[in-house]
């Protein structure tokens, strides 16, 4: 294994070039992912919030005593669960004066059923129907995100890919997706042992999806070699994530369209990263200087010099 060390800034500036080279092919990218995104945010708007959200609650009564009030209120009415999840009784309620209040919170009645209303079912078809579109999304999304995985790959390699390769990675979704499971559980067990272990699995483990995507590796072997990958680089790594989300949280700032350019640098850069660190791990030990080569043949080879 070589020296595993990159410059931060060097990935960065790369993916920015890149991004800049292969705009025109990033831009349906985006519009691609946007509309998808809008069409799943509304999907789920429409099947209303499942549980009491109280910082909406918030923004229409006047303080947190008031708040914590009508929320017993409703659970001892039955609109929500012990737990504070929405019930039928919830579902059915049609119009503010069909409401059960206690009479102290009758000046905050329409304000209430307001609130109400942003966790009543409104779609079309059944509730199962709707967490069967949940699932089916969910693996749309995940099979975008692989193929926009192999796209940054190409474009750190210089390779110009075209949109199409979008949906280019059927074949290794279910790898993919327990790859994704194993991560995900590794990482959640992590962060329930005082967080510092979460952060460590989830540096260890970024490079598993790619694994999939570039190496074909299975999705034990995926996390494997992506600890392989990241030994030696680790604190490097996790230097570089945090100046990634950096670099993002301006793009948010830029009114959110800097967005554009900053998700595909760092994106590309990562890219870069990987084959960097791929590089490293897979060239062959170079011979140690102490240990030349010498043909015992050449009589006017000098010896290999011994050790003081």
């Not at 102290?104 to 307001?114: A, G, L, N, T, V």
């Not at 209303?117 to 995940?142: A, K, T």
């Not at 279910?174 to 952060?199: D, E, K, R």
Request: a neutral charge; proline letters at 6%.
């Amino acid at each position: 294994m070589n020296d595993k060390h990159f410059s931060k800034g060097d990935a960065i500036r790369f993916g920015f070039g890149q991004t800049k080279k292969y705009f025109g092919v990033i831009l349906p990218l985006a519009l691609i992912v946007i509309i998808f995104t809008a069409g799943r945010t509304m999907l789920d708007h429409n099947a209303g919030g499942r549980a009491v959200d109280e910082l909406a609650l918030s923004k229409v009564l006047p303080n947190d005593t008031v708040k914590k009030g009508v929320i017993a209120d409703l659970i001892r009415n039955g609109y929500f669960s012990d737990k504070g999840l929405r019930t039928d009784k919830l579902l059915n309620l049609s119009s503010a004066d069909e409401l059960d209040l206690s009479e102290e919170f009758e000046p905050y009645r329409r304000k209430i059923y307001r609130y109400l209303q942003i966790h009543q079912y409104r779609l079309p078809f059944p509730q199962s129907v709707y967490l069967l579109l949940v699932v089916v999304l969910w693996g749309i999304e995940m099979w975008m995100g692989m193929g926009l995985t192999r796209m940054s790959l190409q474009m750190a390699r210089d390779e110009r890919p075209v949109v199409t390769e979008l949906f280019s990675e059927a074949s290794t979704l279910p790898t993919y997706m327990l790859a994704s499971i194993l991560m995900g559980i590794s990482i959640i067990g992590g962060f329930l042992l005082f967080v510092i272990p979460g952060i460590f699995l989830l540096v260890m483990l970024q490079f598993s999806g790619y694994a999939v995507i570039d190496e074909r590796k299975g999705p034990l072997q995926a996390l494997l070699r992506s600890r392989d990958l990241t030994r030696g680089a680790r604190w490097n790594l996790l230097a570089f994530g945090g100046l990634n989300l950096l670099l993002n949280l301006g793009g948010v700032l830029c009114l959110g369209i800097g967005l554009l350019f900053t998700i595909p640098t760092s994106s590309i850069a990562l890219s870069a990263v990987f084959d960097h660190l791929k590089s490293a791990e897979d060239a062959p030990e170079a011979p140690a200087a102490s240990e030349p080569v010498v043909n015992p043949d050449d009589e006017s080879a000098d010896p290999p010099l011994s050790r003081p």
